[in-house]
C-alpha cells in the first residue's frame, strides 16, 4: 500500500538553528499538509499546498516557517531559527483529488534544546 | 480554537463489547468528519469518514453516526478487540475554498481494551 514517509523520525537541534523536515507524499496526490502536535496537545494545522504554492497558512506558521516541493516528489517544511516551544511531533499529509481521506507520514519528533 | 472537541481523555472497555467515542463540534460549516486512529510513534490513520449529508456510515466493526441538530458525531466499535488500544481522534474539514482538506481535530480519547 503506498504510504507518506517522513525522514528524520528523530531530530535534535540547538535554539536558533535551522531545521529541515522531509516528506514524500503519495506519488498521485496533490494536496499537502504539514501539521504538528505538541507533547499533550492537539493536532494542529500548520499549513496546506496545492499547485506549487501556499493554500492556507495558521497563525502558528509564522515568517520562520517555509514550505517547499523543489522536484516534484519531495514536500519540505524548513524553520529558520528554532524556538524551545517548536518541540513537537510533525505530521506530513497529503491528499488526491476530490478524496476525503488524507493519509498521514509516521512524524519526524522535534526537539529544540 | 475549540471547534472540535472530545470530551473524554479515555475510555475502557471489556473486549467483545461495543466502544463509543464521542466528538462535539461547534462550526456548521464542517462538510465531512472523519475518524483517525493513532499509535505510540506513528501517524494517524483513517478509520472511517462520513459526509455532512449523510447520518450513519457503516465499515466493518466501525460505524460512525452523524447529529447535525446536535452537532455531535459518535464512532462505535462493535465488538472491541485489543488491537483496537490507541487514540482516536475525531476531526472535521471543508470539501471546498482554500481550507479543501484542512482538518480540525479534537483533542483525542485514548481506548484502552482489556482482554
Known amino acids: 500500500e503506498p504510504e507518506v514517509t517522513q525522514t528524520p523520525s528523530h531530530q535534535v537541534t540547538q535554539m536558533g538553528q535551522e531545521v529541515i523536515l522531509r516528506c514524500v507524499p503519495i506519488?498521485?496526490?496533490?494536496?499537502f499538509y504539514w501539521y504538528r502536535q505538541i507533547l499533550g496537545q492537539k493536532v494542529e494545522f500548520l499549513v496546506s499546498?496545492?499547485?506549487?504554492?501556499?493554500?492556507?497558512k495558521s497563525e502558528i506558521f509564522d515568517d520562520q516557517f517555509s514550505v517547499e516541493r523543489p522536484d516534484g516528489s519531495n514536500f519540505t517544511l524548513k524553520i529558520r531559527s528554532t524556538k524551545l516551544e517548536d518541540s513537537a511531533m510533525y505530521f506530513c499529509?497529503?491528499?488526491?483529488?476530490?478524496?476525503?481521506?488524507?493519509?498521514f507520514g509516521q512524524g519526524t519528533r522535534l526537539t529544540v534544546v | 480554537d475549540q471547534q472540535v472537541k472530545q470530551n473524554s481523555p479515555s475510555l475502557s472497555v471489556q473486549e467483545g463489547r461495543i466502544s463509543i467515542l464521542n466528538c462535539d463540534y461547534t462550526?456548521?460549516?464542517?462538510?465531512?468528519f472523519l475518524w483517525y486512529k493513532k499509535y505510540p510513534a506513528e501517524g494517524p490513520t483513517f478509520l472511517i469518514s462520513?459526509?455532512?449529508?449523510?447520518d450513519k456510515n457503516e465499515d466493518g466493526r466501525f460505524t460512525v453516526f452523524l447529529n447535525k441538530s446536535a452537532k455531535h458525531l459518535s464512532l462505535h466499535i462493535v465488538p472491541s478487540q485489543p488491537g483496537d488500544s490507541a487514540v482516536y481522534f475525531c476531526?472535521?474539514?471543508?470539501?471546498?475554498?482554500?481550507?479543501?482538506?484542512?482538518?480540525?481535530f479534537g483533542q483525542g480519547t485514548i481506548l484502552t481494551v482489556h482482554p
Open positions: 499529509a497529503s491528499y488526491a483529488y476530490m478524496n476525503t481521506e488524507a493519509f
Open positions: 506519488s498521485n496526490h496533490l494536496y
Open positions: 499546498f496545492y499547485n506549487n504554492e501556499i493554500s492556507e
Open positions: 462550526n456548521s460549516m464542517f462538510d465531512y
Open positions: 462520513i459526509s455532512s449529508i449523510k
Open positions: 476531526a472535521a474539514a471543508n470539501a471546498g475554498g482554500t481550507s479543501y482538506g484542512k482538518l480540525t
